[in-house]
């Protein structure tokens, strides 16, 4: 088991940053690989961005790229996701993932792929 606990949304406007971050505490942090995905009201939940177990290899969603970056710190068992540029388009519920992999570098878009998921934290841009 790995408990996930997400921080650091919040009201925003548009062209300002955040940084979130997911917390995982339970089981090794390394052992897995992180994503995060978003919800935004009466959608469906979409994937964001993914880092690798060892933080070499990361992928994005392709309307994201430039905007936000994804990092961790498996000694802080925790990863990030920076988000620069805010548009009123990316409010929306972000929550973090963890899947329980044995490469060391690959990432994972698939929702399906994940073991586990935190409560998400709501970020809301307004324009």
């Known amino acids: 088991q790995v408990q996930l606990v997400e921080s650091g949304g919040g009201l925003v406007q548009a062209g300002d940053s955040l940084r979130l971050s997911c917390a995982a505490s339970?089981?090794?942090?390394?052992?897995?690989?992180m994503g995060w995905f978003r919800q935004a009201p009466g959608k469906e939940r979409e994937f964001v961005a993914a880092?690798?177990?060892?933080?070499?290899?990361?992928s994005y969603k392709d309307s994201t790229k430039g905007r936000f970056t994804i990092s961790r710190d498996n000694a802080a068992n925790t990863v990030y996701l920076q988000i620069n540029s805010l548009k009123p388009e990316d409010t929306a519920v972000y929550s973090c993932?963890?899947?329980?992999?044995?490469?060391?570098?690959?990432?994972?878009?698939?929702?399906?792929?994940?073991?586990?998921w935190g409560q998400g934290t709501q970020v809301t841009v307004s324009s």
């Open positions: 339970g089981r090794t942090f390394s052992s897995f690989a």
């Open positions: 993932a963890a899947q329980h992999a044995s490469s060391l570098t690959d990432t994972y878009s698939a929702s399906r792929m994940y073991d586990y």
């Open positions: 880092i690798s177990r060892n933080g070499f290899s990361t």
